[in-house]
């Protein structure tokens, strides 16, 4: 098993920045890629950027609402991802979701993440 915890959300007003993180433990050599994912209330949990295990390189992709805003990274020897949000708007708030997936490739659909964080909340206000 692995688990995930966020941290790093919260309140913010429009135009501000937040930095999440999440940190993995457990069975961490078993996970490949990881993703970020949010859910606004009322609405599915969607797609926000995912990383390969070796990082950069092309192997990043974002979301088209939040390319050029949102940066991912990882630190492999601290088995933590981050999430860096830029200029947020309010339409940004939503649950954010760490995930963990057992593929080599970065994937950008829900059901290809087998290992999911709580959740951290962010709220931008406008």
């Known amino acids: 098993q692995v688990q995930l915890v966020e941290s790093g959300g919260g309140l913010v007003q429009a135009g501000g920045s937040l930095r999440l993180s999440c940190a993995a433990s457990?069975?961490?050599?078993?996970?490949?890629?990881m993703g970020w994912f949010r859910q606004a209330p009322g609405k599915e949990r969607e797609f926000v950027a995912t990383?390969?295990?070796?990082?950069?390189?092309?192997?990043?992709y974002y979301a088209d609402s939040v390319k050029g805003r949102f940066t991912i990274s990882r630190d492999n020897a601290k088995n933590t991802v981050y999430l860096q949000m830029n200029s947020l708007k309010p339409e940004d708030t939503a649950v954010y979701y760490c995930?963990?997936?057992?593929?080599?490739?970065?994937?950008?659909?829900?059901?290809?993440?087998?290992?999911w964080g709580q959740g951290t909340q962010v709220t931008v206000s406008s």
């Open positions: 457990g069975r961490t050599s078993s996970t490949y890629a």
């Open positions: 990383i390969s295990k070796s990082g950069g390189g092309g192997r990043i």
């Open positions: 995930a963990a997936t057992n593929f080599v490739a970065a994937v950008i659909r829900v059901y290809e993440y087998a290992y």
